[in-house]
């Protein structure tokens, strides 16, 4: 596709649930973000991929939160688990190269909302 | 620890002034700056960058100053349009090539 796309858009589960968020980068992209935006709040780098590793996962907020990425394409965001405090907008960017001059290219984002 | 700050959660400028947003920083081993725009249920969009080594970049209505001194950016939009009511997200791209963003402003054009 043109863009980054991301499913659902929106997600309502009820706590103690885990849920997983899709990410499908523009192709041929192979650096990969993930970040959460919570209310009231700036954009929290969660994680990011070059190709399928992840160098850095220092900004998953716990061991509950896991993500993975293969063929250099989709990635996956996985929340076991879930409690309240992790409802947010979960955003999804993609570039070329790591690095800000490649830019980024976010997604929709998937509105995750636990009850 | 706010690396980048953004201390005005919202702004409101009259159609055809001036829009002033403003964005501190920390972190002075910082090489390249960005604002992203975002509007409701979308993904933020890249407006503007600036690299650690110039103190202005302008592209059409927008401008962004760095004042490397005083760790502090502003991205000016003039003339102000309805379409530019968004929230406004100043960026930071640390040594590790993660960006790291502010809070955001909330910027309302005015009729």
């Known amino acids: 596709g043109a863009g980054v796309s991301q499913s659902p858009s929106n997600k309502v589960t009820e706590k103690g649930k885990d849920v997983e968020l899709r990410c499908d980068p523009i192709s041929g992209h192979t650096a990969l973000y993930w970040y959460r935006q919570s209310l009231g709040q700036g954009l929290e780098f969660l994680i990011y991929?070059?190709?399928?590793?992840?160098?850095?996962k220092s900004g998953l907020p716990s061991d509950r939160f896991s993500a993975e990425r293969t063929g250099g394409s989709v990635s996956t965001l996985t929340i076991q688990r879930t409690q309240q405090e992790d409802s947010a907008v979960y955003l999804c960017?993609?570039?070329?190269?790591?690095?800000?001059?490649?830019?980024?290219?976010f997604g929709s984002g998937t509105r995750l909302t636990v009850v | 620890d706010q690396q980048v700050k953004q201390n005005s959660p919202s702004l409101s400028v009259q159609e055809g002034r001036i829009s002033i947003l403003n964005c501190d920083y920390t972190?002075?081993?910082?090489?390249?700056f960005l604002w992203y725009k975002k509007y409701p249920a979308e993904g933020p969009t890249f407006l503007i960058s600036i690299s650690s080594i110039k103190d202005k970049n302008e592209d059409g209505r927008f401008t962004v100053f760095l004042n490397k001194s005083a760790k502090h950016l502003s991205l000016h939009i003039v003339p102000s349009q309805p379409g530019d009511s968004a929230v406004y997200f100043c960026?930071?791209?640390?040594?590790?090539?993660?960006?790291?963003f502010g809070k955001g402003t909330r910027l309302h054009i005015l009729p």
């Open positions: 972190n002075s081993m910082f090489d390249y």
């Open positions: 960026a930071a791209n640390s040594r590790d090539d993660k960006i790291i």
């Open positions: 960017a993609s570039s070329l190269g790591w690095g800000a001059n490649y830019g980024y290219t």
């Open positions: 991929f070059q190709g399928n590793s992840a160098p850095d």
